[in-house]
């Protein structure tokens, strides 16, 4: 049996957005996320997908595209505050 969730339509959040939404410094978001793929990979489910921003400077910076239940999967060990505006933002993507 499959226990890949397949995902009816692609919003997503950036883990920029969400280290804003998080008053967190997005290189511990990225860290964070790396953890997370580590975890994913041991349970053989699709890892967060990297891609790259290019700055105000001029250059490239990786960051990651994470779908509604990513973001849950990851920020369900931030703080409770933290949580809630996270989950108004997806509302504010979905609607």
């Not at 397949?6 to 410094?25: F, P, V, W, Y």
């Not at 997370?36 to 890892?47: G, R, S």
């Not at 400077?57 to 990851?74: M, V, W």
Request: proline share 1%; aromatic share 6%; net charge negative.
């Amino acid at each position: 049996m499959n226990i890949q969730t397949l995902q009816t339509n692609n919003q997503t959040m950036s883990s920029r957005e969400i280290a804003g939404l998080c008053n967190k410094d997005h290189r511990h978001v990225l860290r964070d996320i790396d953890d997370l793929n580590a975890t994913y990979e041991v349970m053989a489910l699709p890892k967060v997908g990297q891609s790259d921003y290019i700055a105000d400077n001029g250059q490239s910076y990786r960051q990651f595209l994470l779908s509604k239940e990513q973001t849950i999967d990851l920020i369900t060990g931030y703080r409770a505050d933290i949580r809630i505006r996270i989950n108004r933002r997806w509302q504010e993507l979905e609607a």
